[in-house]
Nanobody
Framework: QVQLVESGGGLVQAGGSLTLSCAAS????????MGWFRQAPGKEREFVGG???????VYADSVKGRFTISRDNTKNTVYLQMNSLKPEDTAVYYC???????????????????WGQGTQVTVSS
């Protein structure tokens, strides 16, 4: 069984920064790509970005240039560094992992079998 635990959410003013962490445990391989998603109130869950095992990352256009995803495979942890936060970044943020190896980062949430409990990020204006 795979467990993902996010941490690091909170309240921040617009323009501020936060770093989220996602610690993975269980039968998960460091070669798997990991994804970050978010869901704002009343909206669908959306892809934020993802990272390959080799640390190559992709991002949604809405966060490109502001967010950075990294990973420490020795700790089975993935990070989401969020800078220049905007009120529209307010959401519950989730990390996700697939149950198999993919050579590319998948943006569809259906591709991910395991999800964390989510961590709230609130950006005040």
């Amino acid at each position: 069984q795979v467990q993902l635990v996010e941490s690091g959410g909170g309240l921040v003013q617009a323009g501020g920064s936060l770093t989220l962490s996602c610690a993975a445990s269980g039968r998960i391989f460091s070669t798997y790509a990991m994804g970050w998603f978010r869901q704002a109130p009343g909206k669908e869950r959306e892809f934020v970005g993802g990272i390959r095992w080799s640390a190559g990352a992709v991002y949604a256009d809405s966060v490109k240039g502001r967010f950075t995803i990294s990973r420490d495979n020795t700790k089975n942890t993935v990070y989401l560094q969020m800078n220049s936060l905007k009120p529209e970044d307010t959401a519950v943020y989730y990390c996700a992992a697939p149950d198999r190896y993919y050579s590319i980062i998948l943006v569809s949430q259906e591709a991910y079998a395991y999800w964390g409990q989510g961590t709230q990020v609130t950006v005040s204006s």
